[in-house]
Structure formats: structure tokens, C-alpha cells
């Protein structure tokens, strides 16, 4: 069954906060993995009573288009798979890693912004 465009985007929005709560929260990750049904619930993603629910977690997936919106297209396809199947598959990529070292000055240097612009005619109001 394919989703409208507003049925496509509530699923992408409670996706979306399903795979920022597993990223902020060791708790909800935990739910996630132990009662997929009621974490995906919190968030606003309803899944029939009798649907099979596989919650996979891991390094994101390259996709074909090698981009998220490739992966999140991916996702889309597994849910409307899983409204016809019963069987819903769900991949919540690992907490991204991000750089939090420090700069040193030569680096800060090389990336700071600005400039200093001259020109050869002086302003009008340098006269």
C-alpha cells in the first residue's frame, strides 16, 4: 500500500523522533530494543496489534544514492512493505560520532572568517 504524501510524512516525523530518542536517550534505546511496540508508540508510530516488529541497530547502510534521503526513501519503502506484509523492519542507524577536539591556533587560523579587502581608489569619503 503506498502512503500519501501526508500519511508519508507523519511516518517520516515519527521515525525521525524514534531515531533522535534512541540517540539522547540510553532509556528509550533500551524500550526500543525490549518493547519496540510501545517506544515506537511514544513517539506517534501506531503499528497493528499482530504486526511483527524487527528493530535493527547498527552503522548506517550505504545506500544506491549513497545520501540519508536515499536511506530515509529506504525506510519509507520497508513501513509501506509493512503495512501490507505484517512485518515491519525498522533501521536505526548507531549515534553518529562527532569531532569535539579542539582547535589549535594554527587551525583556527586556516578556517577563520573575514578578510581584510583593499582596493586602489580611495572611498568618496576619504576625499
Not at 69 to 96: C, I, K
Request: charged content about 25%; aromatic content about 6%; some cysteine.
Amino acid at each position: 500500500m503506498a502512503l500519501n504524501e501526508n500519511q508519508k510524512n507523519e511516518f517520516v516525523d515519527a521515525y525521525t523522533k524514534a531515531l533522535l530518542a534512541s540517540w539522547s536517550s540510553d532509556e528509550y534505546a533500551a524500550r526500543l530494543e525490549s518493547d519496540p511496540r510501545a517506544a515506537l508508540a511514544e513517539v506517534g508510530l501506531d503499528l497493528p496489534a499482530d504486526a511483527t516488529i524487527v528493530v535493527t541497530r547498527g552503522a548506517a547502510e550505504v545506500s544506491s544514492e549513497g545520501d540519508a534521503q536515499g536511506r530515509l526513501d529506504n525506510q519509507v519503502a520497508l513501513y509501506e512493505a509493512g503495512l501490507e506484509s505484517g512485518r515491519f523492519e525498522f533501521h536505526m542507524p548507531s549515534t553518529p560520532q562527532i569531532d569535539t577536539s579542539e582547535l589549535d591556533v594554527d587551525e583556527l587560523a586556516g578556517i577563520a572568517g573575514g578578510g581584510i579587502y583593499c582596493c586602489c581608489c580611495p572611498c568618496c569619503c576619504c576625499g
